[in-house]
């Protein structure tokens, strides 16, 4: 990932592994989001597995391959999709999803990526392209 080389200082070895899986505007994206707040990368690509395993305990979540999370391109994993979390992680706290909500808004806003954010839905940590 050259591309994001130097970007990140909130991210770890996981949360790249994790945003590598995204369409590369999403990961231009949260790393720059990561230079502004501590946060981590919870989800990228979910695998047919993955996303029937998440279905199946009931969280709100579309069947594989509808979800953004699900997308492929050329049979490798492109997400539209990213979930992510604000360190340190308390769900409870939706001060702390609205904050980084507005910071990833910032973030689209100035790199002109179309976004949508699932806080609506209660889904606080779920962005996706549109
Ligand atoms: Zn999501």
């Not at 604000?86 to 910032?106: C, D, F, G, M, T």
């Amino acid at each position: 990932m050259p591309t994001l080389q130097g970007f990140q200082p909130s991210l770890t070895e996981r949360d790249m592994i994790r945003l590598a899986t995204c369409d590369v505007k999403l990961q231009m994206l949260i790393a720059k989001v990561a230079k502004l707040t501590p946060l981590m990368v919870i989800w990228g690509f979910r695998s047919k597995a993955e996303q029937t395993e998440i279905v199946e305990t009931g969280v709100r979540a579309l069947p594989w391959p509808k979800s953004k999370h699900n997308h492929m391109i050329d049979g490798e994993p492109c997400s539209q999709a990213v979930d992510l979390g604000i360190l340190p992680l308390v769900w409870k706290n939706e001060q702390h999803w609205r904050v980084l909500a507005s910071y990833v808004w910032q973030e689209s806003i100035r790199a002109k990526v179309g976004l949508k954010w699932l806080g609506h839905l209660d889904d606080y940590g779920h962005f996706e392209l549109t």
